[in-house]
């Protein structure tokens, strides 16, 4: 259905995949999927965190790198001007809060620690992707609006192919959501369910003939 930003040219072409694909899972930690901390009440996160671990386990079977972000805060210095700084915190280095969600790490995995919203802003997220020889990154995690958001448009502007699993983020409400995923579908990323991204690379790691 064709709209302002269809007639303005927006999503005029697809991103596509690469040569070589990596995953970042940005910040499913028990800070924001379990736990009672307040934001860690989403059950939209939730359903998000439970069929990411059923993707991550496919694409971990096709040899994909995967990396996962977390954030904590040693002070208020670290913490700067974030609005949500009293739910935040709490986020610690050796608390809880601040570990990677079992049901989506395994120890093959890299985990990078970050403050800011996006997986790449001060860390070393780009220096491993290219490390591993990466041309594509397939963005999940939470929450859709902020953090995701973030990392998508910078893993855009490093010059990755970026691709989202639409199902396997989340936030604190389906609707920002949603609004998230047309809009960076319009401009940064191609949005995909998981099945379609490990139906795509499954296909392209098979033998030719």
């Excluded at 691709?163 to 949005?191: F, L, P, S, T």
Aim: with cysteine.
């Amino acid at each position: 259905m064709s709209d302002a930003f269809t007639a303005a040219g927006y999503g005029a072409r697809p991103v596509g995949f690469g040569r070589k694909t990596a995953v970042v899972v940005v910040d499913f930690q028990l800070g924001f999927t379990g736990g009672t901390n307040p934001m860690a009440q989403s059950p939209h996160v939730g359903a998000a965190v439970a069929r990411a671990s059923e993707v991550l386990a496919d694409l971990r079977a096709l040899d994909v790198p995967v990396l996962h972000t977390f954030v904590a805060y040693r002070g208020d210095w670290e913490l700067g001007y974030w609005k949500a700084a009293g739910s935040l915190s709490a986020f610690t280095p050796d608390s809880d809060l601040a570990q990677v969600d079992p049901r989506v790490l395994a120890p093959t995995d890299a985990v990078v620690e970050k403050r800011f919203p996006s997986a790449f802003f001060g860390t070393d997220v780009a220096s491993i992707l290219r490390y591993w020889d990466v041309d594509t990154v397939v963005v999940m995690g939470c929450t859709s609006s902020g953090c995701v958001r973030a990392s998508i448009i910078d893993s855009f502007s490093y010059g990755f192919r970026t691709i989202v699993a639409e199902d396997c983020c989340g936030d604190q409400d389906a609707q920002a959501h949603a609004d998230n995923m047309r809009d960076v579908g319009r401009r940064y990323a191609d949005v995909l369910s998981g099945e379609e991204i490990i139906a795509h690379l499954t296909a392209a790691a098979a033998p030719a003939g």
